[in-house]
């Protein structure tokens, strides 16, 4: 079992940045990748953006050159980076961890607003 913990959600005004972390604990050895979703009410869990053991990074078109995810390996954290924000961003992030046998764990989600 993998456990996930997010923090950093909150308020922004447009055009500002937001930090999102995600530590996960358990048996993280069984990690693949780690990333975040985004999920706004009534509407599908789309990918943000990913990053795998190896530092293969994946980002949904609409936030490439904005958002950055990287990862601290040895404590087994995930961030994202999001710069430029827009109203279209807003939305809640939960962060997922992907295993080598295909599993899917979530965290239990963190509210971004971004006021116009």
């Known amino acids: 079992q993998v456990q996930l913990v997010e923090s950093g959600g909150g308020l922004v005004q447009a055009g500002g940045s937001l930090r999102l972390s995600c530590a996960a604990s358990?048996?993280?050895?069984?990690?693949?990748?780690m990333g975040w979703f985004r999920q706004v009410e009534g509407q599908h869990r789309d990918l943000v953006a990913s990053?795998?053991?190896?530092?293969?990074?994946d980002y949904a078109d609409n936030v490439k050159g904005r958002f950055a995810v990287s990862r601290d390996s040895a404590n087994n954290i995930v961030h994202l980076q999001m710069d430029s924000l827009k109203p279209v961003d807003a939305g809640v992030y939960y962060c997922?961890?992907?295993?080598?046998?295909?599993?899917?764990?979530w965290g239990q989600g963190t509210q971004v607003t971004v006021s116009s």
């Open positions: 358990g048996t993280v050895s069984t990690i693949y990748s």
């Open positions: 990053i795998t053991t190896s530092g293969y990074t």
């Open positions: 997922n961890a992907h295993t080598w046998v295909h599993t899917n764990y």
